[in-house]
């Protein structure tokens, strides 16, 4: 049996790579068509694009691998079906659910790369692709640490540590410095809001630094002039689905211990924690298709019925996450249940399978 979990997972494994390697192509070349469109802006060109798009490729790997595993598995063991090799293994006595077995052990390996991917390699990488860019592009100096946002605005330097999903600031440091470089001013802020041509301050404590002495101030709230804007910091607001569980876990327990809407750091943390299932799901839907409905059928056809297979149940998943959010349904069931009703599915398929 060792022989055969080797040759399917073989087979399986060099399925998938071939379907990863042509949607992962046609994903990044319309990235790069669409990045195309802002060559000329700041110093944004050809070489930014192209770093751009290698930086932003783990991530794209992370959410292609699903619908490749079902795609390569479809071609795969389609082409075994096509060659009579899978009935020739059927008669030597092996049973469709010994074969299934081997089949997922190949797609664990898959799961577990997509995973380390995911969770350690695509949100460094996506954060560094948006941080090239947002320098190219509009030439603002900023950093991102671990100790948070470090921005430039003239003399003044901005240190944010978290940047809520509307766009407002919490935990906001501003320091003021002269034209030799010496603090001059140091003002903390625990909330910030856009306004046209700066931000509201609320919260404020201000020290004012004046021949040797500190004046400390407070205020509730304080409009603060500042070139500064939501989108120059683009570089933190970053989509939920781009950062690792862990960083979705803390975003999500900062907003509730705040009384913060947190839903889309909810659903994006078991997104991210169940991925697993959604794909040991895909990879189980092609082998009672090919035992199947699909075991004549060609490779064409096989394709057609993966994508097919991959698009609704990428729909299902979206629906189902609005509709939980608007019903107020536990995140962890709307990310739960199309992959259980899919499973569902092929669970009757295969009772169908001779």
């Known amino acids: 049996m060792k022989i055969l979990d080797r040759y399917l997972a073989r087979t399986v494994l060099a399925g998938t790579l071939l379907a990863l390697f042509i949607l992962l192509a046609i994903d990044l070349f319309f990235i790069f068509v669409q990045e195309v469109q802002d060559i ?3 110093h944004y060109g050809l070489k930014d694009i192209l770093v751009y ?6 991530g794209r790997i992370h959410e292609i691998l699903p619908m490749a595993a079902l795609l390569g598995s479809l071609l795969s063991l389609g082409t ?13 006595g092996v049973s469709v659910l010994r074969i299934s077995l081997s089949v997922l052990k190949a797609g664990l390996i898959i799961l577990v790369a997509a995973a380390v991917i995911g969770e350690w390699v695509a ?7 948006e941080q090239r860019r947002s320098l190219a592009v509009s030439g603002t100096v900023t950093l991102r640490s671990e100790h948070g946002l470090w921005a430039r605005d003239g003399n003044n330097f901005i240190n944010i540590q978290q940047v809520l ?16 470089g010496g603090l001059v001013a140091a003002m903390r802020a625990s909330n910030a809001k856009h306004l046209d041509g700066g931000w509201r301050l609320q919260g404020v404590q201000r020290g004012d630094i004046e021949d040797r002495s500190l004046t400390v101030t407070q ?9 500064l804007s939501p989108k120059l910091l683009n570089v933190v607001t970053i989509d939920p689905a781009d950062l690792s569980a862990r960083d979705l876990y803390k975003y999500s327990q900062y907003m509730h211990d705040n ?10 943390f078991w997104r991210r924690v169940l991925a697993p299932v959604a794909g040991l799901v895909m990879l189980f839907l092609s082998i009672p298709f090919v035992f199947g409905p699909l075991r004549d059928s060609g490779t064409g056809h096989r394709l057609l019925w993966g994508v097919l297979v991959g698009v609704a149940f990428f729909l299902l998943n979206r629906t189902m996450s609005q509709v939980g959010q608007i019903y107020g349904l536990a995140a ?5 249940l199309p992959s259980l009703i899919f499973f569902s599915g092929g669970l009757w398929v295969m009772r169908r399978v001779r």
């Open 53 to 58: 798009v290698a930086f932003v490729s783990p």
């Open 40 to 42: 000329g802006k700041g």
């Open 165 to 180: 999903p509307d766009g407002q600031l919490a935990n906001v440091d501003v320091y003021e410095l002269d034209k030799n």
């Open 219 to 227: 205020a509730k709230t304080l409009d603060w002039p500042s070139l």
């Open 123 to 129: 949100p460094w990488t996506e954060q560094q692709a």
């Open 259 to 268: 009384g913060l809407d947190a839903s889309r750091y909810d659903l994006a």
């Open 332 to 336: 962890w069931f709307s990310v739960l």
């Open 80 to 92: 075994l079906a096509s060659g009579s090799e899978l009935i020739a293994i059927r008669a030597a």
